[in-house]
């Protein structure tokens, strides 16, 4: 089964084709920085990156068995460049849609009994869950750093995420500095049934920035 796997949920994007458990192609590339740095956003780089993947692997988009996409937390934006993309391709193809947790793809293939996943949300605050031999034991949250700490012993468990580097020194607990690639997402997607393009939804949590200055102005 061909899976095609898009995420854009951070300052990073990836593509990937993963035939069953084979990696036929993937892309990634750094959006850090994006103010002044002249590097391109995920709108500009995700169809070119999906097109190279393509073109590597000697596969089209009829080979494709599947699609799946981080549906958040993350970027407000990114997530919606992503669907954006992803919904486009299954409404043109027909193809399943999969909806996969960002949180959850970030925590696949480390090893520890107790895994930590963090996104900086900004303003002292993570999106993170607990995942307890390899399964999900909290809801996904967004929170302060401080509040998570109470939930996990920092020294049983190995935190990672652009959210643990932010807060490295507050952790004082093993950091992976592992980026989340779409084959991750790929895997995540094999285990999940399939879904149809109208059903993809995002994942949230809180409300984007925007909504919540308005409703702190009163408007």
């Known amino acids: 089964m061909v899976t095609l796997a898009l995420d854009t949920s951070s300052t990073s994007a990836s593509a990937a084709l993963v035939n069953d458990y084979i990696v036929m192609a993937e892309f990634s590339v750094t959006l850090a920085d994006l103010k002044g740095s002249g590097r391109k956003t995920h709108s500009e780089t995700l169809m070119p990156m999906v097109n190279q993947i393509f073109e590597v692997s000697g596969l089209s988009l009829d080979d494709v068995d599947r699609i799946a996409c981080t549906c958040g937390p993350g970027s407000f934006t990114g997530l919606r ?10 409404f043109a193809t027909g193809k399943p849609l999969i909806a996969v947790p960002t949180l959850d793809a970030m925590a696949y293939s480390i090893e520890c009994k107790y895994v930590v996943p963090m996104m900086d949300a900004r303003r002292g605050q993570v999106y993170s869950a607990i995942y307890q031999d390899g399964t999900r034991t909290s809801n996904y949250m967004a929170l302060p750093i401080e509040e998570l700490l109470t939930m996990i012993n920092p020294k049983e468990a190995i935190f990672t995420g652009d959210g643990a580097i932010v807060h490295r020194e507050i952790i004082g607990g093993r950091i992976i ?12 997607a094999r285990k999940m049934p399939d879904a149809k393009e109208e059903e993809f939804s995002l994942l949230y949590i809180r409300k984007p920035q925007a909504e919540r200055e308005r409703e702190e102005r009163g408007c």
């Open 177 to 188: 500095e592992k980026p989340l690639i779409a084959s991750d997402v790929a895997a995540i």
């Open 81 to 90: 460049i992503g669907a954006a993309t992803a919904k486009g391709l299954a």
